[in-house]
């Protein structure tokens, strides 16, 4: 790679970027992970009201499309009215 500065700088913005939306992602996992581990109904759908606003503004980040925001969501609540 040459060192012109526009290429450094784009390499800077990626590697931002890259940690930026790797965040996002554990984030994301996690609070769907939490909203599956509730066994009882109740307390499932607290978890997930905090999981779909978290969705949401991931998806409002752009980090992941609308389409799958709204997908996860829909599975989760599918989850929550099997219990």
């Known amino acids: 790679m040459s060192a012109k500065g526009s290429e450094l700088k784009r390499v800077r913005q990626s590697i931002k970027r890259r940690d930026r939306n790797k965040h996002y992602k554990s984030l994301l996992s ?41 997908n996860k969501k829909s599975k989760l609540r599918s989850y929550i009215n099997s219990l």
């Open 30 to 70: 996690s609070t769907v992970k939490k909203v599956l581990s509730i066994n009882k109904k109740e307390d499932a759908l607290e978890a997930f009201s905090q999981a779909s606003k978290t969705i949401d503004k991931i998806a409002a980040k752009g980090i992941i499309h609308k389409n799958k925001a709204s």
